[in-house]
């Protein structure tokens, strides 16, 4: 039974272990390896007039897209001058083509390009960029007909500066007058806010009833998710992602778009299309009520785009406005959680989420009392330690008493080595003897998993730890320790961990039993230093409440070192 006892313990660590791989594939938007689900039926509803392919297709212009055939069309009024507006707040900077109105950069001011350790790099953060090596922009239009779209030359009127004192900056492109139809888009950012309100107003200058459909859209360049275990341990997800109430949030690969394997809801009244990547995001919204098509395509080689359409009926002589919402920042779940339902998905937990939420939730309170995330990390595992106190110390109480009996155990298995029956007749008559459970100490670990795995993607998904110092060399939380001190750390509590637990008799699960921490641990110096840091403080939580039932039930500590024979 001791052997089964381990045996339990080591399937359980593995089967943890799969599972959390199985979530990282999924966090990558790849299928899982190995507990794969099946891709849900979508209903659609006939499509539009308007398609997703009917949106114009960007080209090597600078403002983005060409219609099909590579020409602008033409205009009824003479093209405004072509130029770029850059807007500030106080934290954007936006650069807008007035070809359009399209946003083709976006600066973060309160994020830093880099990680503070990275002298190379400088400066805010870059989200939305147009060069020659990156594509990544936001454009809006009318499709359904010879209408302005963010191919047209448009006038800016407005602002360029949040001054002090403004709580608002209102930035008007107006379009000419094309094929009957005039678009003004407004832009206005807040202070404080990295959710940009669009206004769409839609004029009708013909004799006739028009009904353009107004697109909404993202349009970057593909980035492999995941990479190397070296280049990225975190394997975090990049790529198009949509979100409606009925199917929820639902990630998109860029291979998949290649392969045409597209598994999202099409045709919605609530929701919003997103580009989503590591702490960051970019993303459309229409209110609620407002019946659009999402759809997803390739643009060329390189490019790809997530949209929303919606219709747009306008009587002769009359004006109707759309509204919607451009949020460009960082994955702050309560900022997520203000600008739209269901937006603070992109911050992706899987299927931890409803154990993920509560943990950050006390993270954030936990932090506005101390003001490192550092000592935050180390103070919340302090709490979840002393939350599973009494569970966890049932199981090192029948570790415990195991250890105790363990003697017994292996002279008698020595004796009855050649009589396997009677070993185990001889075995259970011990535990009744001395009342040991063998199978006492695994119910705690089944349990405590899911929690620690679901604070494992807290951290991980964390855009909080994002150049966060803790101490001395540590100055971002985010990145792998530069001296490898808290990986070396981790090790050896480990292997302390490891050693304090009795050796098993039987040679090959001795050797599994160093192995498998050991390797565990070797993953763990490329893994961010927040990482590091909540599982050494766990490791050091652990030996300590193991030490102390050991020595209270009076089975002083012994370090089994291995004998691999």
């Known amino acids: 039974m001791n052997d089964i006892r381990r045996t339990i313990l080591w399937v359980v660590f593995g089967f943890s272990m799969v599972m959390l791989w199985d979530q990282w594939q999924i966090h990558n938007g790849h299928p899982a390896t190995f507990f794969p689900q099946a891709g849900k039926a979508v209903a659609t509803a006939p499509a539009p007039v308007g398609t997703a392919s009917s949106v114009p297709q960007p080209a090597a212009a600078p403002s983005g897209a060409l219609p099909p055939g590579g020409t602008p069309p033409a205009t009824t009024a003479p093209a405004a001058p072509r130029e770029r507006v850059t807007v500030s707040t106080d934290v954007l900077r936006l650069t807008f083509d007035s070809q359009g109105a399209s946003v083709v950069h976006a600066e973060l001011l309160k994020h830093s390009a880099g990680s503070v350790t990275d002298k190379k790099t400088s400066g805010a953060f870059v989200l939305l960029e147009e060069t020659p090596a990156s594509k990544y922009v936001a454009q809006t239009g009318l499709v359904g007909g010879d209408f302005p779209n963010h191919t047209t030359e448009m006038t800016f009127t407005g602002e360029r500066v949040l001054r002090d ?24 950012l807040r202070r404080g806010s990295y959710a940009v309100a669009v206004r769409h107003e839609v004029t009708n200058t013909g004799a006739a009833q028009v009904s353009p459909q107004l697109y909404t859209q993202l349009v970057r360049g593909a980035t492999t998710s995941g990479g190397s275990f070296i280049t990225n341990p975190t394997g975090t997800f990049t790529g198009p992602a949509v979100y409606t109430p009925e199917q929820k949030y639902q990630k998109i690969e860029f291979s ?4 045409n394997k597209l598994d999202f809801q ?13 702490y960051f995001t970019g993303a459309w919204i229409l209110p609620d009520g407002v019946t659009r098509e999402n759809f997803v395509r390739k643009v060329d080689g390189t490019l790809y785009s997530i949209g929303m359409l919606t219709s747009v009926d306008v009587a002769p002589g009359a004006t109707k406005a759309v509204q919607s919402t451009l949020f460009l920042g ?72 195991m250890k105790a009996v363990n003697p017994r155990v292996m002279a008698m298995r020595e004796r009855f080595k050649d009589n396997p029956q009677q070993m185990q007749q001889e075995m259970m008559k011990i535990y009744r003897e001395e009342k040991v459970n063998p199978l006492g100490g695994c119910l705690p670990i089944v349990v405590q998993i899911p929690v620690f795995i679901a604070l494992y993607w807290v951290l991980l998904s964390s855009v909080e730890m994002r150049n966060a110092p803790w101490i001395g060399w540590i100055r971002d939380l985010s990145t792998p320790d530069p001296y490898f001190i808290l990986p070396t ?3 050896l509590t480990t292997v302390l961990q490891t050693a304090l637990n009795p050796q098993p008799p039987d040679p090959m699960q001795a050797k599994m039993m160093w192995i498998m921490p050991l390797v565990f641990s070797v993953m763990f110096f490329f893994f961010p230093a927040g990482l590091v840091l909540y599982w050494i403080t766990n490791n050091v939580l652990s030996i300590s409440q193991q030490w102390l039932i050991n020595t209270r039930m009076g089975v002083p500590p012994q370090f089994n070192l291995p004998k691999f024979r």
């Open 165 to 188: 004192g403004q709580s608002d900056l209102v930035l008007r492109f107006e379009s000419p007058d094309k094929g009957g139809v005039k678009l003004v888009t407004t832009y206005t």
């Open 266 to 278: 099409k045709q919605a009244t609530a929701g919003w299309v997103a580009m989503v990547q590591h």
């Open 330 to 401: 960082p994955q702050e779940e309560k900022v997520l959680e203000s600008v739209s339902p269901g937006l603070d998905l992109v911050k992706d937990y899987g299927i931890f989420t409803i154990l993920a939420k509560p943990l950050y939730w006390l993270m954030d309170k936990l932090h506005g009392y101390i003001g490192n995330w550092g000592w935050t990390i180390m103070a919340l595992v302090l709490l979840i330690k002393i939350a599973f106190y009494w569970l966890q110390a049932k199981g090192y109480q029948s570790m415990a008493k």
């Open 489 to 491: 750390v981790m090790t």
């Open 256 to 259: 998949n778009i290649d392969k």
